[in-house]
Nanobody
Framework: QVQLVESGGGLVQPGGSLRLSCAAS????????MGWYRQAPGKQRETVAT???????NYADSVKGRFTIQRDIGKNTVVLQLSSLKPEDTAVYYC???????????????WGQGTQVTVSS
């Protein structure tokens, strides 16, 4: 069984920073792409940032220059550093990873449970 566990959300003032972490655990053979997505109330889930095994990162235009995604291949973790936060960044942030399980036959997308980020004064 594989699971993704997130941590690090919370309440922060505009202009502040947060660090979100996500760890994949369980019967893992390999982890492919990892990423962060977010969903604000009344809106569809959107891609925030993704990163390949080789470290190639892509960002949504709305967060470029403010957010940074990094991963640790050996620890199966991915971190999203959020800075210069704006009220419009308020959302539930979800970790995502494509994982090949031990004894598995295909890559499967897994999601974390989500962590709330609220930007407000």
């Amino acid at each position: 069984q594989v699971q993704l566990v997130e941590s690090g959300g919370g309440l922060v003032q505009p202009g502040g920073s947060l660090r979100l972490s996500c760890a994949a655990s369980g019967s893992i053979f390999s982890v492919g792409y990892m990423g962060w997505y977010r969903q604000a109330p009344g809106k569809q889930r959107e891609t925030v940032a993704t990163i390949s095994r080789s470290g190639n990162a892509n960002y949504a235009d709305s967060v470029k220059g403010r957010f940074t995604i990094q991963r640790d291949i050996g620890k199966n973790t991915v971190v999203l550093q959020l800075s210069s936060l704006k009220p419009e960044d308020t959302a539930v942030y979800y970790c995502n990873a494509e994982i090949f399980s031990l004894g598995g036959h295909e890559w499967i997308d897994y999601w974390g449970q989500g962590t709330q980020v609220t930007v407000s004064s």
